[in-house]
Each structure stands twice: as structure tokens, then as C-alpha cells.
């Protein structure tokens, strides 16, 4: 059974910095794409960041380009997103998740394993 948890939210100022953290069950999501989500409320959730499997391969969304950086570590079964130079935009509920199938990012299958997300709040 997948398991994902989500940790490393909090409230800080904008310009501010954060480090998500994504430990899951392991197994075959070491070798499927994953990743991080943000929640809005009256917004769809939306994909902020994609790491391939074997983490050479890795996707933004625009705005978070060179901002925020992914990363994962399979023998920990962990995933990391660094977040710099935050703004009131970055607020949301944060989640982690995998492809189901492929190892490769950009595929438009649904992800899976979703947490309950943790909350960064960007606030002056």
C-alpha cells in the first residue's frame, strides 16, 4: 500500500525559505516519477514540480523556476523540495506523489499516494 507523508510546512516571510520533505513506502515508487503538489483553496491542485526516477530528470512550474528545487533520494525513500525566495503566491497545501506507471515526468497519467500535505503559509 502506498504511504506518503508530507512535513516541512510552515508560516515565514516572503523571501523567506522552506524545506519540504516527502518520506513514502518505498518499493516501486523508487522507480516512478514523482511529484510535488500545491492545494489552493477554489483551485484545482496543481503540479509545481516533477522528478524522473532515477532523479536525472526534473520539471517547473514556471513559477517557481529557479525558486524551488527537487530532489530525491531513493535509498531513503525520501523526496525534498527546496523552496527559496518565497512570495504570498507559494502559499498552499503541499503534497507529494508518484506516477503510477512511468519512471519518466510530463506523462498525463493521474498520480497516486496522495498525504495529507503540509501547509506553507508566505505572510508579511
Known amino acids: 500500500q502506498l504511504q506518503f507523508v508530507e512535513s516541512g510546512g510552515d508560516s515565514v516571510q516572503p523571501g523567506g525559505s522552506l524545506r519540504l520533505s516527502c518520506v513514502h513506502s518505498?518499493?516501486?515508487?523508487?522507480?516512478?516519477?514523482m511529484g510535488w503538489f500545491r492545494q489552493v483553496p477554489g483551485e484545482k491542485r496543481e503540479i509545481i514540480s516533477c522528478?524522473?526516477?532515477?532523479?536525472?530528470?526534473?520539471q517547473y512550474a514556471d513559477s517557481v523556476k529557479g525558486r524551488f528545487t527537487i530532489l530525491r533520494d531513493n535509498a531513503r525513500n525520501t523526496m525534498t523540495l527546496l523552496m527559496d525566495n518565497l512570495t504570498p503566491e507559494d502559499t498552499g497545501l503541499y503534497f507529494c506523489?508518484?506516477?503510477?506507471?512511468?519512471?519518466?515526468?510530463?506523462?498525463?497519467?493521474?498520480?497516486?499516494?496522495w498525504g495529507q500535505g503540509t501547509r506553507v503559509t508566505v505572510s508579511s
Open positions: 518505498g518499493g516501486l515508487v523508487n522507480y516512478r516519477a
Open positions: 522528478i524522473s526516477s532515477s532523479g536525472g530528470n526534473v
Open positions: 506523489a508518484s506516477d503510477p506507471i512511468s519512471g519518466l515526468c510530463g506523462s498525463t497519467h493521474a498520480y497516486v499516494g
